[in-house]
């Protein structure tokens, strides 16, 4: 269970990490916050290096152009989701996003030979259907352009290209190859915009964008990690998690009342993982 266990533990990161963006979003420009969030990860990876040099891992990697490969789409995914919610209602933006656990088990077999069972396909299906039912009737509002479907299908591919390089690198032991050179690349490129868009935070904002660096660092790991344990055939459908969460941070940190197809289009998800878990069992006789 350590795939699945982690791969729900990166994603309740990542909500949290959003929803702390969420909070900050109207006072700071992305690139001050990313500037923030890529600095802190670095602070705290080379403060650690400095009491013990071994922390986390050895730098040194025999796949160098893997690493850029997954920092440059890393990037280029951050960068889209963004330009996508300029343009498209949330739920829009979310409906096409949620297609990244079919590219990823699509290109976990073109790309890395890996075998991907009718039951990682049909539950992931499943899931998939509880998306689209608790996001119907937001689907088509007023403000969606073709624009913004190509920026989050863009940022989907992109995000599904990082996640099938984390599975590639799995056999690479420790974390600061995961997060140093993301991190390099990501301060480097939005530093400059952040210096023109400065807004001073007072004390508490300079905590939360802080406390955005640390999520995101534990996140990526997390969710990297959990790719290490287990195939995309496997962890699919749990990606699908984040609807239920979602709504879940919607409830306890914005006060918003999920209404009942919400609710049960979160059942559905639910369902199709606690089934997909037992197929996988099933199949390997445990």
């Known amino acids: 269970m350590k795939g699945p266990l982690l791969i729900m533990a990166g994603i309740a990161l990542f909500g949290l990490l959003d929803a702390n963006t969420k909070l900050l979003s109207g006072e700071f420009s992305p690139a001050q916050a990313l500037v923030f969030r890529h600095g802190v990860l670095l602070v705290l990876l080379f403060g650690a290096r400095a009491v013990s040099p071994l922390a986390g891992g ?10 850029a490969l997954r920092a440059a789409s890393m990037l280029v995914s951050g960068m889209m989701f963004f330009l996508t919610f300029r343009h498209l209602p949330l739920a829009d933006g979310y409906l096409v996003f949620f297609t990244n656990p079919f590219m990823i088990m699509l290109m976990a077999g073109v790309f890395l030979g890996e075998r991907i069972p009718r039951a990682a396909w049909l539950w992931s299906g499943v899931a998939f259907s509880g998306v689209l039912l608790a996001l119907a009737p937001q689907l088509g509002q007023p403000g969606g352009s073709l624009l913004g479907y190509a920026y989050a299908l863009l940022a989907t591919v992109f995000y ?104 049960l289009g979160g059942g559905v998800v639910v369902l199709a993982c606690v089934m997909s878990e037992r197929a996988a069992k099933a199949r390997t006789g445990s």
Request: glycine share 8%; aromatic share 12%.
């Open 160 to 263: 599904s290209i990082n996640i099938t390089i984390n599975r590639a690198l799995r056999g690479e032991t420790g974390f600061a190859r995961l997060l140093v050179w993301p991190s390099a690349l990501g301060f480097v490129v939005f530093a400059p915009f952040a210096a023109w868009l400065w807004v001073t935070p007072d004390l508490l904002q300079t905590g939360q964008l802080m406390a955005n660096g640390l999520l995101a660092g534990v996140a990526t790991v997390t969710l990297a990690l959990a790719f290490r344990h287990a195939g995309p055939a496997r962890l699919a459908p749990f990606e699908f998690i984040a609807l239920p969460w979602s709504v879940a941070l919607d409830y306890l940190v914005f006060g918003k009342v999920p209404d009942a197809i919400l609710l």
């Open 58 to 67: 050895t730098l040194h990697t025999r796949h160098a152009g893997l690493h």
